[in-house]
């Protein structure tokens, strides 16, 4: 991340013209911050506790990934929480609850009680000791990641960056603002940029969109998730080192994973992945444009009505004519396929 932020600084402090040029970052795949309480509540139970990554996700696993997952309306193709269960992203507009991932026990507090849990915390310290300032010139757009875009849409979200975005444009002395995101975050983004503004919104107000190992074509990882679970390491270094979870959590995870409808949306996409064999287990092999079978050969045909859902965001990316300066990664190894033995699905697979 240090060397990656120097280059960002590059291009948004390259043009004098657009020095300072404001930053307003989206986080990745879960890297906001998320907070829970009863619904309804009353009293102290209304107050907001730290659930992603907080002590009862460690303490009382069960529980907090009971919370986590979300109910699916086939119907209506519609996610709602847990009944008795609300949860949001917190700090949306502040960098605080995207510079760590661990969340404090105090909603309002914008520390982390473990080293381990620094996420953007360098990024925006650089910025900040170059004149930036945190609530004004750079800003962060947290989001609840179990949705995808269509969600996020109809529960206001892009609503709130446009809103956000137009006041550090005015409050930055009329200055276009560099949307900086990360892995999931970029697709979240970038369906903002086609979707919910004019091209003549995003001349006025648009310096540089800088998508940071951006989740395009999908994951393979997700995939595993879906189908066998992922081990705590997987998910996140974090997480594992500091919760030290049990091994047999990895199906627990899976049950959560396989109701969150992120899950479905960046699964990969087979525009992308085409004939490529993703899945082998002893019975046939799988691609991208096997997911039906898939799914109902393990045990989950809801799992593609859910993806089938999301079909019309899923279909394509089409670049958002504004000025893209695209990050990633190489030279890191990275499971495309997966092998499974007779224990398919609940077995973990040999990663190709």
Known sequence: ??????????????????????????????GSQLFSRPNPCSGYNCVWKGLWIGTDLCFSTARALDKLSLEYGEAANTYSNKSGTEIKASGFGDTCKVEYLITNPAESSCTSQVPLGNYFRIFVNYFANRGYKRGKSIRAAPYDWRLAADQLYLRGYYNNVKSLIEEMYTSNGRRKVTLVSHSMGCPVTLFFLNNVVTQQWKNTYIYAFIPIAPAWSGGNKILQGQISGLLPSEISPVVQDVCNFPPDLVLRLRTTVRTLESMSWLLPKPSVWGNTVLVTTPKRSYTANDYQALFQDMGYPQGFKMYTGISLINAGFTAPKVPVYCFYGTNVQTAESFVYNQGFPDSQPTRI
């Open 1 to 30: 991340m240090a060397v990656l932020t120097f280059v960002i600084a590059a291009i948004v402090l390259g043009a004098h013209v657009e020095a300072l040029s404001p930053i307003l970052i989206v986080p990745g795949l879960m």
